[in-house]
């Protein structure tokens, strides 16, 4: 099970950090953030690798950086930034041995 966490409301410029904990081991799995914003698509923001290499969306690149705990089983994205066409349910997403697994979303909303 994946718990996500730490979304709310922020000024444009602001910052947030989401956390996604995992109630098992993290270790060498693949891992993701994904949005939706109303009335879109899911969209990719973020993943990393088993091999601990992570890779962004042009639109947040630069902006956020994802990393993971492995002593807490924890994934993280900290946002820096923040700007109204970020709002959106922030997904985290893993896959172990094949199977995906996704937390239930916390919700961004970015004031202008």
């Known amino acids: 099970q994946l718990q996500a966490s730490g979304g709310g409301l922020v000024q444009a410029g602001g910052s947030l950090r989401l956390s996604c904990a995992a109630s098992?081991?993290?270790?060498?799995?693949?891992m993701s953030w994904r949005r939706q914003a109303p009335g879109k698509q899911r969209e990719l923001v973020a993943y990393?690798?088993?091999?601990?290499?992570?890779n962004y969306a042009d639109y947040v690149k630069g902006r956020f950086t994802l990393s993971r705990d492995y002593a807490k089983n924890t994934m993280y994205l900290q946002m820096n930034s923040l700007k109204p066409e970020d709002t959106a349910v922030y997904y985290c997403?893993?896959?172990?041995?094949?199977?995906?697994?996704w937390g239930q979303g916390t919700l961004v909303t970015v004031s202008s």
């Open positions: 997403n893993l896959i172990y041995a094949g199977r995906p697994y």
């Open positions: 098992g081991t993290i270790s060498s799995t693949y």
């Open positions: 990393i690798t088993p091999g601990d290499d992570t």
